[in-house]
């Protein structure tokens, strides 16, 4: 909260101005257009609170947070300023400004922000945003601070602070162009009247995951591109295991290059895949429904096979998955 207050010294006047404040909210500042001249141009500036000093200083700006008020009252404030040369007297300005804090009324009470933070999803390099979505449970948040950690202003994430809380209560924060992938970390904290009252700080992960490893064929299979050559997102790595997932559940027996569901593909799946490197890594998912896979059905001979490293060789005329030279062949 700022009060404003303009103001000239010589001669000098502050236009008189009443504020009501509610007491969790008198943590502002009141601050004054320095209009002082004359004299060698440096000056020394003190606050009267009811006739008494109570801030002395070499700004014109005065932190109310620098003498207690009560719970309840009306304070009177005016400013003196002086030539620090030493010869000068204090001029007093003229007019006053006269706060009431109400410590009473049950309207002029400062709810702090209570919110709730709704799970995040991981997400892919090829998003082009990270949305958090978040709900008010209590008091009227209007602005908030959400920081990054070291790793993640390195990665080309920004933090924000003192941000104006969205409408539709989804905070939206660009993703960086080639961001590694990994785990990173927010710190998010929500205010209400101005930065006066703070929230909690809500601290969490969220996953950036590698697109581009899972590659669909017809509309019931599905298979890891193991061959850096041919664009695979990990150049020099290959994967030696493999768990598939679909709707979040491992499914048993999913453990091959290639995923091939009979009935036809209809869900979220994922994979997670061990590399020669020794690391764990985990694709995006990958929502897939009958009508989007429709179009994936082959239309002629030459699509009626399919060798998942995307290497060529002779197609065997029954349907089925086999090995070619060491190559694994899908067959419709």
């Not at 002082?36 to 109310?64: I, M, Q």
């Not at 009560?70 to 040369?85: C, E, I, L, M, P």
């Not at 204090?90 to 706060?99: D, L, N, P, Y």
């Not at 660009?174 to 710190?187: M, Q, R």
């Amino acid at each position: 909260m700022r009060v404003v207050v303009f103001a000239a010294v010589e001669p000098g006047a502050i236009d008189s101005l009443d504020v009501v404040l509610c007491k969790p909210r008198y943590n502002g500042v009141l601050l004054e257009t320095d209009t002082a001249s004359g004299g060698n141009g440096k000056y020394v500036y003190r606050w009267l609170c009811n006739d008494e000093p109570v801030f002395h200083s070499d700004t014109c700006s005065l932190p109310l947070t620098s003498f207690p008020m009560a719970d309840g009252g009306t304070y009177v404030f005016r400013r003196q300023v002086k030539d620090n040369s030493g010869y000068s007297e204090w001029v007093t300005s003229a007019g006053e400004v006269r706060i009431t804090v109400d410590g009473t009324s049950e309207n002029c009470q400062v709810v702090c922000p209570v919110v709730e933070i709704q799970a995040m999803a991981d997400i892919c390099q090829s998003d082009s945003a990270l949305i958090i979505r978040f709900d008010v449970v209590e008091g009227e948040p209007d602005s908030y601070d959400l920081l990054f950690p070291a790793d993640a202003m390195e990665a080309g994430f920004m933090s924000e602070v003192g941000a104006a809380l969205p409408e539709d209560s989804m905070i939206v924060v660009a993703l960086p162009d080639g961001a590694p992938t990994g785990t990173y970390y927010i710190s998010l904290t929500f205010y209400a009247s101005e930065g006066v009252c703070k929230g909690a700080t809500h601290f969490f992960p969220f996953t950036l995951l590698t697109d581009g490893f899972v590659h669909q064929k017809w509309n019931d299979v599905l298979f890891v591109d193991n061959n850096p050559t041919n664009g695979a997102p990990v150049a020099d790595i290959r994967f030696t295991t493999f768990q598939w997932y679909k709707d979040g559940v491992a499914v048993n027996g999913a453990t091959e290059q290639s995923y091939y569901e009979p009935e036809g593909l209809n869900g979220a799946y994922q994979v997670l895949m061990t590399g020669t490197d020794g690391v764990l890594y985990r694709s995006c998912v990958y929502e897939i429904f009958p009508d989007a896979a429709e179009g994936q059905q082959a239309t002629d001979s030459s699509e009626f096979y399919y060798t998942v490293d995307g290497r060529r060789c002779a197609a065997p005329r029954a349907p089925g998955i086999y090995i070619s030279r060491n190559h694994k062949l899908i067959v419709r």
